[in-house]
T-cell receptor, first 112, second 115 residues
Framework: ETGVTQSPTHLIKTRGQQVTLRCSSQ?????VSWYQQALGQGPQFIFQ???????GRGNFPPRFSGLQFPNYSSELNVNALELDDSALYLC???????????FGQGTRLTVV | AQTVTQSQPEMSVQEAETVTLSCTYD???????LFWYKQPPSRQMILVIR??????QNATENRFSVNFQKAAKSFSLKISDSQLGDTAMYFC????????????FGKGITLSVRP
């Protein structure tokens, strides 16, 4: 098991609401990436944070936003939830020196 | 932009036998990494094996090995002596070298190991 933890593990929200997902990175890692994995699909890159700055973004609308804190933990915020936002959200931490990304167990978000 | 294609949606193998999972990718980059990740029902992505594109030698990790064909842009995973614990989804992934590195995943393949 990796040192990456995500909370909550499951979440149900109503369309139009806002949600915040949290990720604690592995010790010594300063880079956090977020991925969205729809059912039966591979993960899609949302964005990456390095030393508290956004460091690359995938093809996701601005209502997907994030933060990274001085301890390198991170949040993913999604505003105006849509039904298609229902997915598993994965957080991965890594260091600049090492290409290996360590994943958390994900947050299963259901939008009804 | 990079793309990763896994055309087999699912495979099944008898315990103790060997199975090969296929992956092709497309990129204009010359320096990159390729990965196979395993995702069991627990949902956590676990790195199985990694290949640096500049290395001609195929990577191996115990029962897992790859066949990396750079010119053909092919990257298959061979699992020898399959075990029940190998039952999972397997994802092929690409990452280019440098800043802003991100993983580009294929759609995955469901592998079932039969007792």
């Amino acid at each position: 098991e990796t040192g990456v933890t995500q909370s909550p593990t499951h979440l149900i929200k109503t369309r139009g609401q806002q949600v915040t997902l949290r990720c604690s990175s592995q010790s010594g890692h300063n880079t956090v990436s977020w991925y969205q994995q729809a059912l039966g699909q591979g993960p899609q890159f949302i964005f990456q944070y390095y030393r508290e700055e956004e460091n690359g973004r995938g093809n996701f609308p601005p209502r997907f936003s994030g933060l990274q804190f001085p301890n390198y933990s991170s949040e993913l915020n999604v505003n105006a939830l849509e039904l298609d936002d229902s997915a598993l959200y994965l957080c991965a931490s890594s260091s600049r020196q090492n290409t290996e990304a360590f994943f958390g167990q994900g947050t299963r978000l259901t939008v009804v | 932009a990079q793309t990763v294609t896994q055309s087999q949606p699912e495979m099944s193998v008898q315990e103790a036998e060997t199975v090969t999972l296929s992956c092709t990718y497309d990129t204009s980059e010359n320096n990159y990494y390729l990965f196979w990740y395993k995702q069991p029902p627990s949902r956590q992505m676990i790195l199985v094996i990694r290949q640096e594109a500049y290395k001609q030698q195929n990577a191996t990790e115990n029962r897992f090995s790859v066949n990396f064909q750079k010119a053909a842009k092919s990257f298959s995973l061979k699992i020898s002596d399959s075990q029940l614990g190998d039952t999972a989804m397997y994802f092929c992934a690409f990452m280019k070298l440098g800043a802003n590195s991100k993983l580009t995943f294929g759609k995955g393949i469901t592998l079932s190991v039969r007792p």
